[in-house]
């Protein structure tokens, strides 16, 4: 059977999501994530979880069902984004909980089993939107502190200097307001008997590894900002100090007119 999961936002407008879900299938919440059951007669049901930081998972779908449900979640989006990230996997049940090659063995069919796991199916998909928006950032400023490195300066204009800085600020902004749902949900705190189902999961998926990877791509950001205000300031003062050449120069010569000329 199949599984995936979405990013397709920054958030969701998860109250809303909730009591439009009521109307028609069986909706409720766990902590702050809401869980869906769509069943069709003479079918297996079919289970949905939707994360309030833009992620879902769904459980027995076909691809076409899951395009259906994807695009029904659009009017609960806050900032969409411009590409949804996907991740699918197979499911089937066994004795023992199991993940590998991509390939989910549950030991029952309990909606709180599915959950602890999509927490780290989750997690793993909006890791992806956070590694490719790093990555594409530190590939479009790379070449700044190469040119200072080999040219000792970045040619750049102020303007386009404050620009990058902007950039960068939002960039690592964005990602710094949305880290903590790497950490471990809060929905363990309830049932810590489901937590190794969620470990196991998000250490398939290389959760914190990729995390620490994450942090430390925003110290590259980091210091790339910091050139940038240095490079920035630089500019400033090379300008303030021709100003007061330029100056010099004018008071000199008005001097020479006036000692030697009497023009003035």
Not at 113 to 125: E, R
Not at 196 to 224: G, M, Q
Request: proline share 3%; with cysteine.
């Amino acid at each position: 059977m199949r599984c995936t999961s979405y990013s397709t936002a920054a958030r969701y407008n998860i109250s809303r999501l909730l009591q439009s879900l009521k109307t028609s299938v069986k909706a409720q919440s766990f902590r702050d994530t809401v869980y869906a059951q769509y069943k069709e007669e003479k079918q297996a049901p079919k289970e949905a979880f939707y994360f309030p930081y833009g992620a879902a998972v769904f459980w027995g779908f076909s691809e076409e069902e899951e395009k259906n449900l994807v695009a029904s979640l659009k009017e609960y989006e806050v900032e969409s984004l411009p590409k949804l990230e996907f991740d699918e996997f197979t499911f089937t049940y066994g004795r023992n909980m199991a993940i590998a090659e991509d390939e989910i063995i549950l030991q029952n069919k309990n909606p709180l089993t599915k959950l602890a796991v999509s927490h780290g199916l989750a997690q793993s998909v909006k890791l992806s939107i956070f590694e490719e928006t790093v990555q594409k950032t530190i590939d479009h400023t790379q070449i700044l502190p190469q040119n200072l490195a080999r040219r000792g300066k970045i040619f750049l204009s102020r303007k386009e200097i404050s620009q990058k800085m902007g950039e960068l600020f939002m960039e690592r902004n964005f990602i710094n307001l949305h880290a903590d749902i790497l950490d471990i949900p809060e929905f363990f705190w309830d049932h810590p008997d489901l937590e190794p189902f969620y470990r196991r999961t998000a250490h398939y998926l290389d959760v914190s590894k990729r995390a620490d990877l994450l942090n430390k791509r925003l110290t590259v950001i980091h210091e790339l900002f910091e050139i940038l205000s240095s490079e920035l300031n630089h500019q400033h003062s090379s300008r303030l100090e021709w100003t007061i050449i330029v100056l010099i120069v004018i008071e000199v010569f008005i001097a020479l007119l006036r000692d030697l000329f009497h023009v003035i």
